[in-house]
């Protein structure tokens, strides 16, 4: 079982930035980032593997948002710059055990989530 901690969610206007982080209670490969407005579906915004080899970003972030892992493998990051009302939600950090796991959809654990929220 793999605990994950996000933290960094707040209250910003909109062109404004948040850094999210993401504390794993061991090293993992994979990590991305979700989030799930109200109403809607949970959608994928950004994933990377351990080494940072390989990054996907949504189509709709992309420009904006970077994600980073730290070297032990335990951490993960979400810097969001340019933030937009749309972005408003409860993002998610998740792991796999392979890249291939995460964007197939083949998620190992969760974490209980932070709440952005872009005032406009």
């Known amino acids: 079982q793999v605990h994950l901690a996000e933290s960094g969610g707040g209250l910003v206007q909109a062109g404004g930035s948040l850094r999210l982080s993401c504390k794993a209670s061991t090293s993992v490969y994979a990590m991305g980032w979700f989030r799930q407005a109200p109403g809607k579906e949970r959608e994928l915004v950004a994933t990377?593997?351990?080494?940072?080899?390989?990054?996907y970003y949504a189509d709709f972030v992309k420009g904006r948002f970077t994600i980073s892992r730290d070297n032990a493998g335990r951490s993960g990051y979400l810097q969001m710059d340019t933030l937009e009302p749309e972005d408003t939600g409860v993002y998610y950090c998740t792991t796999a055990g392979r890249m291939a796991s995460m964007l197939n959809g083949e998620y190992d654990y969760w974490g209980q989530g932070t709440q952005v929220t872009v005032s406009s």
């Open positions: 990377t593997d351990l080494n940072g080899d390989y990054t």
